[in-house]
């Protein structure tokens, strides 16, 4: 039940933000935690469906749903009773070294989902690093090759495997050389800011040529390279959505040379795109999947999804003491099956459709909002000076986040200068709009300088 229940009473901020009890949380809390990526912000207090409410007492209208985790909505009372009926059997199994009766029903659930109609095999993990290290680690084990191309802005996580993948911001790797050796980035089709300076209407797909062209034809052996890693939509790096013909070019590229293509779908996977999954968008079938995130709607569990042939060939090569948690695949059960019954795909198509439309109009008549993209509830904002020079506005988006949260709408970046529209897929079409306002009415309030 939601403990608002007028939608005039949302969002509410009757505190400055952070509050008073929200400050005091803060503080304490840097002396105690590492830092990491927290804003000075968001203190939590409950959650439900599509909205937050923190500390002292003010409800926010959520557009990043837990970083695109809490896709069926916040404490989703199916989700909710799944892991309360499994509470009462079990929490922990050791789920590698024992079998029980969850992992192989979420396994095979994922592998019928998963597009491409071969026989699969799953492995369970606990975040998204986590199956982007096991992907690395299936990829070398039965290719028995060593190097991997992926792409700039690429995200792909922060532990040293997936951090060698990783190319969106120098903060993530500043200080940490070296991490896995073998990578190579090749430029993402960001057409906004083509890598080539090139017009997408003819451009005849130069970066994905690239790979082959200037890639693997001058210093990286093909036969060496072991997997592509690539996000479907770039997330972390700017909600950067590639044409068609980019991602099928780079898999005929990976057929041609026995390359893998590890699709990473941790964040545009589970109905965020309108799709199961993004790359269905292309008609592209991986050889590998990765995703997390969204599968247990906020309880950790992540899966890499490989074809049944690559499987290892003895047992020990690779493990997890937590991953496949019980909790997680009770959870992970109910709400694929959540997203089947209620047909999200079909609403997050068609909110999605109306949000780009509407955002789209309103680009005309701004100065900075540079260019808006997105597919299903995964769209991005680019903030620009001016349309004309295209200059990055890193400040004004930071400020357009800032004043989001005082005006009582959670809105994150992504990249240089995007801003990412992620609410959970369940969000009420009148809080959605009411948002989108929001968003709307504080751009315009800083072109008229008000802001
Ligand atoms: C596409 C993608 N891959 C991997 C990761 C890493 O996931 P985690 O933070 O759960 O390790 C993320 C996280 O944002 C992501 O967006």
Same mark, same amino acid.
């Given at each position: 039940m939601l403990w608002v229940s007028t939608l005039g009473e949302i969002p509410k901020i009757k505190t400055e933000i952070p509050g008073p009890k929200a400050k005091k949380i803060i503080s304490e809390s840097k002396k105690y935690l590492i830092t990491t990526t927290r804003f000075d912000s968001l203190v939590i207090s409950r959650a439900e469906n599509d909205i937050i409410e923190d500390v002292d007492g003010n409800i926010f209208i959520d557009f990043a749903a837990g970083i695109a985790v809490t896709n069926t909505g916040h404490r989703n009372k199916v989700i909710v009773d799944a892991i309360i009926k499994q509470l009462d059997r079990y929490i922990h199994s050791a789920p590698h070294d024992f079998f029980d009766d969850l992992q192989y029903k979420v396994a095979k659930k994922l592998t019928e989902i998963t597009p491409g109609a071969f026989p699969k095999k799953v492995f369970f993990g606990n975040s998204g690093t986590e199956a982007i290290e096991a992907a690395i680690k299936i990829a070398k084990y039965s290719t028995k090759r060593f190097r991997f191309i992926s792409f700039i802005r690429g995200f792909h996580g922060r532990t040293h495997g997936s951090l060698a993948l990783t190319a969106s911001k120098p903060v993530h790797k500043r200080g940490l050389f070296y991490t896995m050796p073998g990578v190579v980035h090749v430029p993402y089709a960001y057409c906004y800011r083509c890598p080539f300076g090139l017009d997408p209407s003819n451009c005849n797909f130069r970066c994905a040529k690239f790979i082959e062209e200037q890639v693997l034809d001058t210093f990286l052996p093909p036969d060496e390279v072991a997997a592509i890693f690539m996000e479907p939509i770039q997330g972390e790096g700017g909600y950067i959505v590639p044409p068609d013909g980019f991602v099928r070019n780079v898999k005929r590229i990976a057929e041609k040379y026995d390359i893998l293509f590890v699709d990473?779908?941790?964040?545009?996977? =589970?109905?965020?795109?309108?799709?199961? =999954?993004?790359i269905e968008h292309y008609n592209v079938v991986p050889d590998i999947i990765t995703v997390a995130k969204s599968i247990a709607n906020g309880v950790p569990l992540s899966a890499a999804i490989s074809k049944s042939e690559l499987d290892f060939d003895t047992k020990g090569v690779h493990s997890s003491t937590f991953g496949g948690n019980a909790l997680a695949l009770a959870a992970a059960i109910a709400n694929i099956e959540y997203f089947e019954r209620e047909k999200i795909g079909e609403r997050v198509t068609k909110l999605g459709k109306q949000a780009l439309s509407i955002l789209n109009e309103f680009k005309e008549e701004t100065e900075i909002v540079g260019d808006v993209r997105g597919k299903g509830l995964m769209i991005g904002v680019e903030i620009v000076k001016n349309k004309d020079s295209k200059e990055y506005a890193t400040k004004i988006r930071d400020k357009i986040c800032n004043e989001a949260l005082k005006r009582g709408l959670i809105l994150l970046p992504a990249g240089k200068s995007a801003l990412r529209i992620a609410p959970p897929l369940t969000i009420r079409e009148q809080i959605f709009d009411k948002g989108l306002e929001i968003l709307m009415s504080i751009i315009s309030d800083i072109e008229k300088g008000k802001i």
């Open positions: 990473d779908e941790i964040q545009s996977g =589970f109905w965020r795109s309108g799709k199961p =999954f993004a």
